[in-house]
């Protein structure tokens, strides 16, 4: 079977830019038009020289490779925008997975737009869309509606506001996260999180470890002693809350006190506090704060 004649059919314009989408894990995870403009491009801007000339190579092409990261892609698009302006096409990949999706490549796509050239992207691997695809019913709240939030910040600061952001959304939230960051990440999900909200953690998808569990907060701690290694790349999730926070129903002197206190104690700490004063449920208090937090 011919795999490339339905892409051969395909009109490719000079002074084009190609966006393609390269294997997250397996090196067969890569679409077959994706390789057919690989072959006919003049060449291919990508993340790094030497990771996307394995890949190349795997596959017998060989094409004149420029370098475009995070550290020099508005630099570098300029000759990539020199080249389309001469009537050459070229591609872009990242190292893995779609460009652009907590990938480089953003800017490289702007500049060529802004330069009043094409941008053609195809379809193919990505993590966050692979990870869903294997969710089921963790959406289930939010009726199949979910945000992606890219990588969590590393400072815990900043994290714990994230995470306590993600869990006041209506839909489900996805994050990508590093292996040497993944443990502190699910033990700040525990000690924020409602004790019956499903977190979502994906590893290693479509590798040889790849693993796929859904677990509820409370159960993390058991979860995590069960591990034997953390490394690999991870999607992780926190279950929507499915629908919106009812405003606070503390009287104003009991807001005084509260927002006085806010800046002073954990959230969690705050709300142990306040539903043991009130006798209202902690997730009930949880919720409250947090709105109140945001407002």
């Known amino acids: 079977m011919d795999l490339f004649k339905f892409a051969e059919g395909q009109n490719l314009p000079k002074g084009a830019l190609y966006v393609i989408a390269t294997p997250i894990g397996n090196l067969a995870d890569i679409t077959i038009r994706g390789l ?10 990508c993340e790094d020289k030497r990771h996307s ?3 190349l190579s795997a596959y017998g092409i060989s094409k004149p490779l420029l370098a475009i990261h995070e550290h020099n892609e508005k630099s570098s698009s300029a ?6 302006r001469n009537g050459e096409r070229w591609a872009y990949i990242s190292d893995a997975g779609t460009p652009a999706i907590s990938d480089p490549g953003s800017v490289l796509v702007a500049e060529v737009r802004a330069a009043g050239l094409q941008v053609l992207p195809l379809p193919g691997a990505s993590a966050i869309t692979t990870a869903i ?3 089921g019913d963790f959406l289930h709240k939010s009726e199949g509606a979910f945000q992606f939030l890219g990588f969590l910040p590393t400072k815990a600061g900043q994290r714990t506001a994230a995470i306590e952001s993600a869990a006041h959304a209506t839909v489900g939230s996805f994050f990508y996260e590093a292996p040497h960051r993944i443990q502190a990440t699910l033990k700040a999900f525990h000690d924020l999180l409602d ?8 590893k290693e998808l479509s590798k040889i470890h790849e693993n796929i569990e859904v ?4 159960d993390i701690p058991d979860w995590m002693n069960q591990i034997d290694s953390w490394q690999g790349e991870y999607v992780i999730g926190i279950e929507g809350c499915g629908t919106p926070h009812q405003p606070s129903e503390f009287d104003e002197s009991t807001l005084q006190w509260i927002k006085l206190l806010q800046p002073r104690l954990s959230h969690k700490d705050l709300s142990e506090i306040v ?3 009130y006798n209202l449920p902690k997730k009930d208090v949880y919720k409250q704060l947090l709105d109140l937090k945001q407002s």
């Open 36 to 45: 057919y403009i690989l072959q006919q491009v003049d060449g291919i801007a």
């Open 53 to 55: 000339s394995s890949l």
């Open 79 to 84: 000759q990539v925008i020199e080249k389309l």
């Open 133 to 135: 695809s294997a969710s």
């Open 195 to 202: 004790q019956d909200r499903k977190v979502f953690v994906a």
């Open 215 to 218: 677990i509820k907060a409370g």
């Open 275 to 277: 539903s043991t004063i």
